[in-house]
């Protein structure tokens, strides 16, 4: 009972700050959720300044929702697919050689990049933590997160090309760091010394190439189910089936989940719309899973903001972040950048694509996510606290630029 009623309280706020938003800030929603989150936490430490008890009741029950098994056992998956469902395959097809270079490339050299420019930048602050640990960094906080821009890239009426390689590198790379990290967290456990080239590879691709193969999987058995009839509400429960039921048998199979859900949210947009459901079902399919990606999308923006109340922030630690938050723009540009001409497809993007995909590789939830299920250890709360901040930087700064920037360079684009 008390998890329901935290939940309802949750639900309450985002209902309130969203009709806030709507009403008076016009911002886009994760980010005004997240800013007023923030707001209602910092009112809650000055509080608990004043009264200890009332700090301490805010933390007890926020601990009641482990945030890091919340979002990678749960939300991600609903939003992973959610977001997949708007893609189209011609569009991929078009996209797929840049979408596969920056989400695959892209990634690994942001991980190592910004890794070791961090395990330096601790050394700097006497702070020094093992180059296994900083990689972890880099590769928690490579993922990028669509969600918060999205609403801003279909106002903007960017080109259906330059939407796709947006938003699918960003739900492939999701799937990708989070196979980086969980293979580091392999070799961390038993230390690198104990790990060879070769199974580092197919750690990696044990976890990757099989979560696309159970992507495909989950994909074909919903397909076929959903065609078999022509019930708008079974189809519906089928659906969530595959999210829940998938992402779970991933688990067990120690494959990528998020990679098995972009998959599978792919072929449920695409062959599924088109040959397996009717007008009906379709719209129905449709604004179901739009409304639960923009509820749980709600929570999960509240959350990053309300869980400012249980880290610890050091000056030291924000100082670090800030810098290291800088350290990853700069270092994306380049690998967009580096990877676009290597590949030979700076022409086809343009400038301008690569200016908004650099400064809109927004961070957010799943990178505070994966902090948090960082093994104990005496550096967890430090990584912890520097991403938070990078996280804040990241969704407070770009996120609220990235708007004008959008329409100062939508001509550049192609």
């Not at 009972?1 to 911002?27: D, P």
């Not at 590198?169 to 690198?192: K, M, R």
């Amino acid at each position: 009972m008390e998890l329901f009623v935290l939940f309802s309280i949750l639900i309450s706020l985002a209902a309130l700050f969203s009709y806030i938003n709507v009403r008076f800030l016009k911002l886009p929603s994760g980010i005004s959720l997240m800013l007023m989150g923030s707001v209602v936490a910092l009112a809650v430490i000055a509080l608990g300044n004043t009264s200890s008890r009332f700090s301490a009741i805010v933390v007890k029950e926020l601990a009641l929702i482990d945030f890091s098994e919340f979002i990678l056992g749960i939300l991600l998956s609903f939003l992973l697919f959610a977001g997949s469902l708007h893609i189209h395959l011609s569009d991929l097809r078009k996209s797929a050689k840049t979408i596969t270079s920056f989400a695959v490339i892209g990634t690994i050299l942001s991980t190592f990049i910004v890794g070791y420019g961090f395990h330096y930048l601790t050394l700097l602050f006497d702070i020094p933590i093992p180059i296994v640990f900083c990689l972890l960094l880099g590769a928690l906080i490579a993922p990028t997160d669509p969600i918060a821009v999205m609403g801003i890239l279909t106002k903007a009426k960017l080109s259906k090309t330059v939407e796709t390689n947006i938003v699918g590198e960003s739900l492939f790379n999701d799937g990708i760091g989070v196979v980086i990290f969980a293979t580091l967290i392999q070799i961390a456990s038993v230390g690198i010394e104990n790990f060879g080239a070769a199974q580092i590879g197919m750690l990696f691709l044990q976890e990757a190439v099989g979560g696309m193969l159970m992507g495909g999987i989950i994909g074909f058995v919903g397909y076929q189910l959903m065609k078999s009839i022509d019930h708008f509400q079974t189809e519906i429960l089928i659906s969530l089936a595959m999210v829940m039921g998938g992402y779970s048998l991933c688990h067990f199979l120690h494959v990528s989940g998020p990679l098995a859900m972009v998959v599978a949210g792919i072929m449920t947009g695409n062959r599924g719309k088109a040959r397996a459901m009717s007008d009906i079902t379709r719209d129905y399919l449709s604004k179901f899973w739009e409304v639960t990606d923009e509820i749980l999308n709600a929570i999960l923006f509240l959350l990053i903001g309300l869980e400012i109340v249980v880290v610890t922030f050091e000056v030291s630690y924000v100082i670090i972040g800030l810098i290291t938050a800088v350290m990853i723009i700069v270092v994306r540009f380049i690998v967009l950048y580096s990877t676009a001409i290597a590949f030979r497809f700076q022409r086809q993007l343009g400038h301008g694509t690569l200016k908004i995909m650099a400064w809109g590789g927004l961070r957010g939830g799943i990178s505070i996510a994966l902090a948090l299920s960082l093994p104990s250890s005496p550096y967890k709360n430090i990584i912890v606290s520097i991403t938070f901040v990078i996280v804040l930087f990241s969704i407070i700064v770009q996120g609220l630029t990235i708007g004008s920037l959008i329409k100062k360079l939508a001509k550049d684009t192609k």
